[in-house]
């Protein structure tokens, strides 16, 4: 059969086989599939076939595009499973607070942190939103990412949430990157409610929750469960709810004291816990034991300066599946660059470049449910691939602080030329 694109002299192409019905878990971790001197093949922005360059020719016609990777390493476009996408209000002027070693939730009480970017976001416009949003995801094109999960949770008004879930909507119709929206109003408690959190939690249940369901904004919902922010029964109350009016369930646990995110998370079959720094022994086991993935945040803790990062090594022995993210948003962790995750998973939490790849693609599609058509290069699925100027796999994790990222192809078609943007052109 003609391709419709054709990429031949592949260096080295790596991608994970056979996981698209479940996530890489434990030992298994960054099993992969490589080919040396290949040739992959598109056919209406789907994978055609893929192997060895002798094979190529079958798929070659004269319609046929041909590009020449010129030895260079071909891997699949990232899957970033959480970040907060949608917001107003960058806080770079907390730098100098984290630096005079105020922890974070001493930020957060101060009026500063998350609140700070509430208000900005409460009296941003949709049409601003959606603006900083598309530049966001240019950002993440360019390095690579081809999906991605977006919260809300800087509005923490029925109004304001629903505003975001709306530019992301928009953000996902007008950009390339696809984008699976998750409803996060449980961010945290909003001055007005300071000294009812109780009544918050009202609010959500009873009013934001069947707003964002009847508008179909979001496919889940995740809370922030953490001492000072919610507490366990809090976000118990909220995710049930949730799971009532349809929505996967997914949640911050564990970040900052062990509160029993990652046991609520297996309580209540989430489809993830992120963070978990502070996951206990019991926490992690209970989260293998019932197929919770752990998303685990590497650049967040270092921008945070923190002592430890996950136990990702206790995580995989339980037989955990892991997946990474870059946990983009304004304050703890400003980066849209999944490439300086790589880089962290193996500075910071021990993962190799193979099992960092497999994190970052296949496990972060099944994060946000979307692993039947992401996440790995295999035919029949979407021909969302980069072209790396790397000769391997390994070189893009360890060379880092710069943007490998050469060519970026989204469902067949070149949105990211030379490290350029292109998809104005298609």
Same mark, same amino acid.
Request: glycine share 8%; aromatic share 6%; charged share 20%.
């Given at each position: 059969?003609?391709?419709?694109?054709?990429?031949?002299?592949?260096?080295?192409?790596?991608?994970?086989?056979?996981?698209?019905?479940?996530?890489?878990?434990?030992?298994?971790?960054?099993?992969?599939?490589?080919?040396?001197?290949?040739?992959?093949?598109?056919?209406?922005?789907?994978?055609?076939?893929?192997?060895?360059?002798?094979?190529?020719?079958?798929?070659? @016609?004269?319609?046929?595009?041909?590009?020449?990777?010129? @030895?260079?390493?071909?891997? /699949?476009?990232?899957?970033?499973?959480?970040?907060?996408?949608?917001?107003?209000?960058?806080?770079?002027?907390?730098?100098?607070?984290?630096?005079?070693?105020?922890?974070?939730?001493? +930020?957060?009480?101060? @009026?500063?942190?998350?609140?700070?970017?509430?208000?900005?976001?409460?009296?941003?416009?949709?049409?601003?939103?959606?603006?900083?949003?598309?530049?966001?995801?240019?950002?993440?094109?360019?390095?690579?990412?081809?999906?991605?999960?977006?919260?809300?949770?800087?509005?923490?008004?029925?109004?304001?949430?629903?505003?975001?879930?709306?530019?992301?909507?928009?953000?996902?119709?007008?950009?390339?990157?696809? +984008?699976?929206?998750?409803?996060?109003?449980?961010?945290?408690?909003?001055?007005?409610?300071?000294?009812?959190?109780?009544?918050?939690?009202?609010?959500?249940?009873?009013?934001?929750?069947?707003?964002?369901?009847?508008?179909?904004?979001?496919?889940?919902?995740?809370?922030?469960?953490?001492?000072?922010?919610?507490?366990?029964?809090?976000?118990?109350?909220?995710?049930?709810?949730?799971?009532?009016?349809?929505?996967?369930?997914?949640?911050?646990?564990?970040?900052?004291?062990?509160?029993?995110?990652?046991?609520?998370?297996?309580?209540?079959?989430?489809?993830?816990?992120?963070?978990?720094? %502070?996951?206990? /022994?019991?926490?992690?086991?209970?989260?293998?034991?019932?197929?919770?993935?752990?998303?685990?945040?590497?650049?967040?803790?270092?921008?945070?300066?923190?002592?430890?990062?996950?136990?990702?090594?206790?995580?995989?022995?339980?037989?955990?599946? +892991?997946?990474?993210?870059?946990?983009?948003?304004?304050?703890?962790?400003?980066?849209?660059?999944? %490439?300086?995750? %790589?880089?962290?998973?193996?500075?910071?939490?021990?993962?190799?470049?193979?099992?960092?790849?497999?994190?970052?693609?296949?496990?972060?599609?099944?994060?946000?449910?979307?692993?039947?058509?992401? @996440?790995?290069?295999?035919?029949?699925?979407?021909?969302?691939?980069? +072209?790396?100027?790397?000769?391997?796999?390994?070189?893009?994790?360890?060379?880092?602080?710069?943007?490998?990222? %050469?060519?970026?192809?989204?469902?067949?078609?070149?949105?990211?030329?030379?490290?350029?943007?292109?998809?104005?052109?298609?």
């Amino acid at each position: 059969m003609q391709a419709d694109l054709l990429i031949v002299n592949i260096g080295e192409l790596a991608t994970t086989v056979g996981h698209s019905d479940r996530p890489q878990c434990g030992s298994e971790l960054g099993k992969l599939a490589i080919y040396q001197d290949s040739f992959l093949a598109v056919k209406a922005g789907r994978i055609l076939a893929l192997g060895p360059m002798a094979e190529s020719e079958q798929y070659r @016609g004269p319609d046929t595009e041909v590009i020449d990777a010129e @030895g260079k390493a071909v891997l /699949p476009g990232f899957v970033d499973p959480h970040t907060h996408l949608v917001f107003d209000g960058w806080r770079e002027r907390e730098l100098a607070m984290k630096l005079a070693g105020k922890p974070y939730l001493e +930020i957060l009480a101060a @009026g500063y942190g998350i609140l700070s970017t509430v208000r900005a976001t409460r009296q941003a416009s949709l049409e601003l939103l959606v603006q900083d949003a598309k530049q966001s995801l240019d950002r993440m094109l360019l390095h690579g990412t081809t999906t991605v999960e977006a919260k809300s949770g800087y509005g923490l008004t029925t109004e304001s949430e629903l505003k975001q879930l709306q530019a992301a909507r928009q953000a996902d119709q007008e950009h390339p990157v696809d +984008i699976v929206s998750t409803f996060l109003g449980a961010h945290a408690v909003p001055p007005e409610y300071k000294h009812d959190s109780e009544a918050f939690v009202d609010l959500l249940i009873e009013e934001m929750l069947p707003a964002v369901a009847a508008q179909d904004l979001a496919t889940f919902c995740d809370v922030f469960c953490e001492q000072g922010v919610f507490s366990i029964e809090q976000s118990r109350r909220i995710l049930q709810a949730a799971k009532k009016h349809g929505f996967k369930l997914k949640l911050h646990a564990d970040e900052i004291v062990a509160l029993g995110g990652a046991e609520l998370a297996a309580e209540l079959g989430a489809t993830s816990a992120d963070h978990l720094l %502070q996951a206990s /022994p019991a926490g992690i086991k209970a989260m293998a034991d019932t197929g919770v993935i752990a998303v685990l945040l590497p650049a967040t803790s270092f921008t945070l300066r923190s002592a430890k990062g996950a136990d990702a090594a206790a995580m995989l022995e339980a037989g955990c599946a +892991i997946a990474l993210a870059t946990d983009f948003n304004p304050g703890t962790c400003p980066t849209e660059s999944m %490439q300086i995750v %790589q880089t962290m998973a193996w500075q910071v939490l021990g993962l190799t470049p193979a099992q960092a790849l497999a994190a970052s693609t296949i496990n972060s599609a099944h994060a946000i449910g979307v692993a039947n058509e992401v @996440g790995s290069l295999e035919v029949g699925k979407a021909a969302d691939f980069v +072209i790396y100027d790397a000769p391997n796999l390994d070189f893009v994790a360890y060379h880092f602080g710069v943007n490998l990222a %050469q060519h970026v192809f989204k469902h067949g078609r070149q949105v990211v030329r030379a490290g350029h943007l292109c998809y104005s052109e298609i």
